[in-house]
């Protein structure tokens, strides 16, 4: 049922991945600098956020180490739920309470690196790691203003300093993906990546989708498995 889907998921990273080379292939010859690299995880400390069906390639492809992290992260999500306010103070309490992806593996390398989510891929990073990893919250009104005025305003998502066209190319691959699981399905459902897979693993969410936007929402709410963070559009 979930094939079909989860197959062209698989060939769309593929081509974007190409896409992306091309892209810093043309960025280096003329004259920039991509800093992202192997052993490189800064970003990965981000929330992370995809398609269910993007979760779904995922969720197939752990070890048992790697689903148990998943749960301890879910769990921890979970608890601090209650504290978060708004879209801010969720990415704040992720990167500096609720830690690190659970797919990043000791060694500093992305555990599931050939499924990763396109939001991964996307983030090309034209600054030195250290700033990936950097709460800027912490910055002198100084040294924010040295850092946005030293950024490449015709690449980067301004005032951040990743790949604008990267990123808006993995949004559009995202809405597809969206717009073809509400084709099959009748809802599309959008969230932090490692509480999709948690959903998958231990709750099987792919045998209870398909039965349609109303069983799936009652299914959830029962469960207390909704949060601001899933996203599913009203039909
Ligand atoms: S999925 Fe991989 S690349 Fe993406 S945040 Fe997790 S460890 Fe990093």
């Known amino acids: 049922m979930w094939q079909h889907l989860t197959d062209a998921v698989g060939e769309q990273q593929a081509l974007f991945d190409r896409e992306i080379q091309a892209w810093i292939d043309r960025y280096t010859r003329g004259g920039g600098t991509i800093f992202c690299g192997k052993g490189c995880f800064n970003c990965c400390t981000l929330a992370v956020n995809c398609t269910f069906p993007e979760a779904l390639r995922v969720s197939l492809s752990l070890s048992s180490l790697q689903a148990e992290r998943v749960r301890d992260h879910a769990a921890r999500l979970m608890d601090r739920m209650h504290e978060v306010a708004d879209l801010k103070s969720y990415l704040r309490i992720h990167r500096q309470e609720i830690g690190s992806c659970p797919f990043l593996d000791e060694g500093g390398s992305c555990g599931i690196y050939g499924e990763r989510p396109f939001s991964c891929r996307a983030l090309i990073s034209t600054r030195e790691n250290y700033w990936c990893g950097l709460d800027f919250s912490t910055l002198s009104s100084e040294e924010k203003r040295d850092f946005v005025e030293s950024l490449d305003r015709e ?28 084709r099959r399905f009748g809802l599309s459902l959008y969230g932090d990546l490692p509480y999709l897979v948690h959903l998958e693993r231990e709750h099987r969410l792919s045998s209870i989708i398909p039965l349609g936007y109303e069983i799936t929402m009652s299914f959830l709410d029962q469960n207390s498995l909704l949060n601001p963070f899933l996203v599913i559009p009203d039909r």
């Open 155 to 182: 690449v980067v998502s301004f005032p951040l300093h990743y790949v604008a066209e990267t990123q808006d190319r993995g949004q559009v691959l995202e809405k597809g993906v969206a717009e073809e699981m509400t």
